[in-house]
């Protein structure tokens, strides 16, 4: 059989990373290898990665639109006559109810199809719905909140190839291959020459993770402290005057009243309550303020996650604008942009205002918007509750809310409730199962693409850009509709126009994926087929440096609006209990979730490969604490909140501290599919939206959980 090899890049994690596709003489998918010669990753390839294989061709793949029945079954349906029945059931509800009923959720297999992602907001846009959400807003959304309310400094913070210090809080990116503010081409590499040419890595997690492993110091504190733990080490570095005060003199307006407003959170009682030696604080502030000169404190989903979360963020871009760790003028700027073009980046701060506090309001809540999508953390009860602005259509892009999103039960309720749910999506996934209409997009390697470029100045430290063109062929007999394709025919059936960056789409021709990119990339500084024609990716290596502040500008960073004075008031009332209190309590431990080496978030369930080296997703404990609770590696537990229960098997674990369980998301399937060893189970059974939700951007509690764990009667059977 004659084999041929193409190059590509992988498209499941923000690693990006570069492979050599095998394919045969019909361009099946036959292996995908790490590529050596990938001038940005270097050969590194993991276990979801090579299982693309697999994935391309499992038989449990969807290979035709399917509808669901009367009787909750689904029958394969032509493509065109199912976008029919979509268009017509669309225009109905919107005749009926308004646009806003119409609303999209994109989950992580959205973002990673370039093409499309233009497409689904000016689907939306053309019909008039604000109603765009997705998984951003139940993941790091505290950190457009922190841009909103302190400021942000277009020139970008200091890179980490530049710097000497890191100081990383609950990101683990040995395993999740992501974190703003590391270099993920290579993770394990990139740690090693780093730390090679003498940086000092600074690791704050509850567990000693695998990044940990590399920590010049690790501090291991109980989960949901770290704003508190943030603010005594600016606390310090004020005090000792370890911060850049020129810098702070010229660029941040209230740096009095930060340090006031600090003044509560001494050392010694946010060790007590986070349960960290006190002086683990001191040495964080000594080697970030002091002893090092250049980087930045960047977060993870732990954190930003737990317990004050938007607090939390508030307190890592306090910590890093009072120590300047920015690119200063006359300093060149690793990654401009690219693909999305550049302006001029001005070493100054820009005031981009407060998002939420203008646009569209949610109905549930009054909330706004942020990183201009709806809160995901409302969708359910947006679903819910009856009443004028009721979302009655959603369509899932390469998300699977029934698994993802956190209150579980109300998730799968809301979304069985629907007038109408499509889910663009290859797999039979618990979304789709409850999916009116189901369309099975193109699989990664048989589209052209781009790298995630909505993010590109975060993935890439060079401004680079990675193109490829399909390199296999869908199996044969399928009948698959694009994410995009879905969109502009729907569009146009409704009569609308589609509008992406700027440019009006032909309504009567479909673009295609290579018409779609270049549009995405019109404002690039090099003409589209330069960077789709590179071979190994494209590199634009003309230098661009910060330039001077306008003269006449007066933003400057504003370290303590009220709304952030109230949430210090909050945190100082709820945090500065010694935490013994807290343990005696109903929920004496704390659940925190971890990203798992074999699973994607809900990706991987249907993999077999996968599935063997991590069946299920274990309740990992420290020793100390089963040997307490009488508990034995793989007995049932029961793990209960103030708002669910889950029964999961323990596994020994000593890396993770003492009065912390740690279980990883986005196992389970449906509400009732018990079996835990064949789909783990879902800690978002644990997690309300009901309460617990942050201000602004609505996110819920899903680390840090209070919770009780009790062995079960029957635990060793089974
Ligand atoms: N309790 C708890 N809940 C969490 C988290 C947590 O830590 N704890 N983490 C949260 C976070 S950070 C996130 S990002 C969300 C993730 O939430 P989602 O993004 O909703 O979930 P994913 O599993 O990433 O969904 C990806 C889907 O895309 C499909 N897919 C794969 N390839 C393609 C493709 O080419 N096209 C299309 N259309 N689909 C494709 C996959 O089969 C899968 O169903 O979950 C959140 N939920
Ligand atoms: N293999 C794999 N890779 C992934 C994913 C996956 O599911 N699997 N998911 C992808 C997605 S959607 C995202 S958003 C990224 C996330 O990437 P990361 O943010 O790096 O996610 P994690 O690896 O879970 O690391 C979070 C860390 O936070 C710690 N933690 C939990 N609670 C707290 C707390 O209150 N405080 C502190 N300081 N730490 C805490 C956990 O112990 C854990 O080590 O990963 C992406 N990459
Ligand atoms: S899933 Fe694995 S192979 Fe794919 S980009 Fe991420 S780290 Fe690389
Ligand atoms: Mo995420």
Known sequence: ??????????????????????????RKLVAIQGDREDTQTLGFICSKGTDAVDSHNSDRRILQPLKRMDDGSFAPIPLEQALSEIA??????????????????????????????????AFLDAIGSHQMYSNLTIDQSAKWVAIGRVGWWPPGPQPFQTNDVAMMVGCNPLVSIAGSGFDTRHPL?????????????IVIDPRRSETAEYADLFIQPLPGNDAGIL???????????????????????????????????DPERVAAVADVPVDSLRQAARIFAHD????????GTGPSMSPFSNLMEHMVTCLNVVCGRFVREGERIGNPGLVLGWGPKRAQVMDVGRSWDTGPKSRIGGFGTVGGEMLTGLLADEILTPGPGQIKCLFSVGGNPAAAVPDHNKMAKALESLELLVSLEPFMTPTAMLADYILPPRMPYERADLHLALFETAIYPDAYARHTQPVATPPEGAELCDEWFAFWSLASRLGRQL???????????????????AIMARNAPVPWETIRDAPAGYLHEEAVFALPPDPASTSRFTTLPADVQDEITELRDYCLQP???????????RLTSRRSRHRFNTVGHFSPYLKRLMPYNPAYLNPADMAREGIENGDWVEISSDHGLIRARAEADDSVRTGVVSISHCFGFLPGESDFDTYGVSTNLLISTDRDLQTINAMPRMSGIPVAIRPMAERRLG
Request: charged share 25%; net charge positive.
């Open 292 to 299: 090092c000169k250049r980087g930045t404190v960047s977060t």
């Open 88 to 121: 017509s059931k669309l225009g109905v509800i919107i005749g009926r109810d308004g646009p806003a009923a119409v609303a999209a959720y994109r989950g992580s297999g959205g973002f990673f199809a370039s093409a499309s992602i233009q497409v689904v907001n």
């Open 1 to 26: 059989m004659a084999l041929s090899k193409h190059k590509s890049f992988c498209r499941i994690c923000t690693g990006h990373c570069g492979v050599v596709a095998t394919v045969d003489e019909n």
């Open 579 to 589: 935490s013994a209190d807290r343990a005696t309590g109903k929920f004496p431990y």
């Open 499 to 517: 509008v992406c960056n700027g440019v009006e789409l032909d309504m009567q021709t479909p673009p295609g994926d290579d018409a779609l990119l």
């Open 231 to 265: 603010a005594a080490i600016i606390r310090i570095i004020l005090a000792e005057g370890w911060h850049d005060a020129e810098f702070c003199a010229r660029h941040v307006a209230d740096l009095d009243l930060l340090q006031q407003a600090l003044e509560p959170f």
């Open 189 to 201: 590499k990139r740690i090693r020459d780093a730390k090679a040419r003498g940086m000092k890595i």
